[in-house]
């Protein structure tokens, strides 16, 4: 882990940040290097030094490098999007991978007509050869709705970014 890596005479970029001399005990020091100044500027700009040392002390030592990341992603994206934050990303990524799911659904069905097409025509006489390809049917005839499980699918309005819980 990084606590146990000796340290050079140069303080960490939360003491450099909070104009502070770095102590061999400083707190930040393994998880907010020099070389990364931005890194806790961010974490400190939405969540404040006082409130990060709070969290780490919380949290068991062996957790605290996640706990660092969470906070600096958590911190990045809440500057991007100051209203939805982390919510909103995980909103578009459920709303993409609902549509991705609904794709995946049309497809298999239309795979499936294919399918029960070519076996029919196979079966088929010559004067029913003639049926029309399922192909031409919009979507919404397919009954892929009727038929999908709707436990495997995502909760995509749970967090709207329009309404919050």
């Known amino acids: ?14 003491c450099k ?4 001399r770095c102590s061999p005990n400083c707190q ?3 998880y ?3 070389d990364e100044p931005k890194k806790f500027a961010k ?4 969540f404040g030094a006082s409130n990060v040392s709070k969290i780490l002390n919380e949290v068991p030592e062996d957790q605290r490098e996640d706990t ?3 906070l600096a992603y958590e911190a990045e994206v809440r500057l991007r999007d100051p209203i939805y934050g982390c919510i909103g990303a995980i909103v578009s990524l459920q709303r ?3 549509e991705l799911q609904h794709d995946l659904i049309v497809a298999r069905a239309r ?6 097409e070519q076996q029919s025509s196979s079966f088929l006489d010559d004067e029913h050869a003639s049926l029309p390809p399922c192909f031409d049917f919009p979507e919404s005839n397919f009954g892929i709705m009727e038929t999908f499980n709707h436990s495997s699918m995502p909760v995509v309005d749970q967090f709207s970014p329009f309404q919050f819980p």
């Not at 940040?17 to 502070?20: E, F, I, T």
């Not at 974490?43 to 939405?46: E, I, P, Q, R």
């Open 1 to 14: 882990m990084k606590s146990h890596e000796p340290r050079s005479s140069s303080s960490c970029a939360a």
């Open 17 to 20: 940040y909070l104009k502070r």
């Open 96 to 98: 993409k991978m609902a």
């Open 32 to 34: 907010f290097r020099s």
């Open 43 to 46: 974490v400190h700009k939405v």
């Open 111 to 116: 795979l499936a007509c294919y399918y029960v």
């Open 68 to 70: 660092v990341n969470s």
């Open 28 to 30: 930040f020091a393994p």
